[in-house]
């Protein structure tokens, strides 16, 4: 079965009555963990942007406090993992405000961890390619809110 594209969903979904909508996203949500993740932002929590971020910040924490430091092997792996995490969260959301804060915190994150762990060259390349999302994500900002995250931007330079 061949997918639709969206523009012809959205012009059969303007013609269902609300029960039947209901249903039919009531059903895709049974289908797939991320689809029910993805209701579950857009109906509870797209109104409280900055309590969804400190949500997401708390689950990175718990991420980053299960990380195995005996091997950068395994170190890379954790990193990594929390890092899908976080890009699932930012496509919920959608917003460039919101992955700059999280990209942000993730990176202030990798500044705290172990001097050993922290100056690895793989490390130091997922640290360096988050960094460059950051600034671009920052650019399609407006100009005053630019400056306050190249600011935040700046000082982990300082600190890595």
């Known amino acids: 079965m061949k997918a639709l594209p969206v523009t012809d969903i959205k012009k059969e979904l303007n013609h269902l009555p609300k029960?039947?909508?209901?249903?039919?996203?009531?059903?895709?949500?049974?289908?797939k963990k991320e689809?029910?993740?993805?209701?579950?932002?857009?109906?509870?929590?797209?109104?409280?942007?900055?309590?969804?971020?400190?949500?997401?910040?708390?689950e990175v924490d718990e991420q980053i406090a299960t990380i195995n430091f005996n091997s950068v092997y395994f170190v890379k792996?954790?990193?990594?993992?929390?890092?899908?995490?976080?890009?699932?969260?930012?496509?919920?959301s959608g917003a460039a405000v919101v992955e700059i804060e999280l990209l942000l915190y993730f990176c202030k994150q990798v500044t705290k961890m172990d001097?050993?762990?922290?100056?690895e060259t793989v490390i130091q390349k997922i640290y360096a390619a988050q960094k460059k999302k950051i600034t671009a994500a920052i650019a399609s900002l407006h100009e005053d809110l630019q400056y306050d995250y190249l600011k935040s931007?700046?000082?982990l330079n300082d600190d890595f």
């Open 115 to 119: 001097e050993t762990v922290k100056y």
């Open 19 to 31: 029960d039947k909508l209901i249903t039919l996203c009531l059903r895709l949500a049974r289908f």
């Open 153 to 155: 931007l700046d000082e």
């Open 77 to 92: 792996k954790s990193l990594r993992k929390t890092l899908r995490i976080i890009s699932k969260y930012i496509r919920y």
């Open 35 to 58: 689809n029910k993740e993805l209701l579950t932002f857009l109906l509870f929590e797209a109104h409280d942007i900055p309590g969804y971020i400190a949500s997401v910040k708390q």
